[in-house]
């Protein structure tokens, strides 16, 4: 079973979780400060406050982990 990757959300500071395997890529906004989003697919996107280097780490390691 995959784990699910813990992420928090920029608006209120609370916890939101990702299936890694449903995450199909991930990329920075640009902005002050820029926002790190989650896609999956084309129609969901999902902003995080951790930044694009650990979203991207936190994902890998939740693959590699249930690999």
């Known amino acids: 079973m995959t784990k699910l990757c813990k ?3 920029p608006g209120d500071g609370k916890p939101v ?6 995450v199909s890529v991930v ?3 640009k ?3 820029p926002d790190t ?3 999956f697919r084309k129609d969901f996107l999902l902003g995080v ?11 890998e390691r939740a693959k590699t982990d249930a690999g």
């Open 17 to 22: 979780y990702v299936n890694p395997e449903q």
């Open 31 to 33: 902005g002050e400060p």
């Open 49 to 59: 406050r951790e930044s694009l280097e650990e979203t991207i780490a936190i994902l």
């Open 27 to 29: 990329y920075s906004h």
């Open 37 to 39: 989003i989650i896609a």
């Open 7 to 9: 992420f928090t959300s």
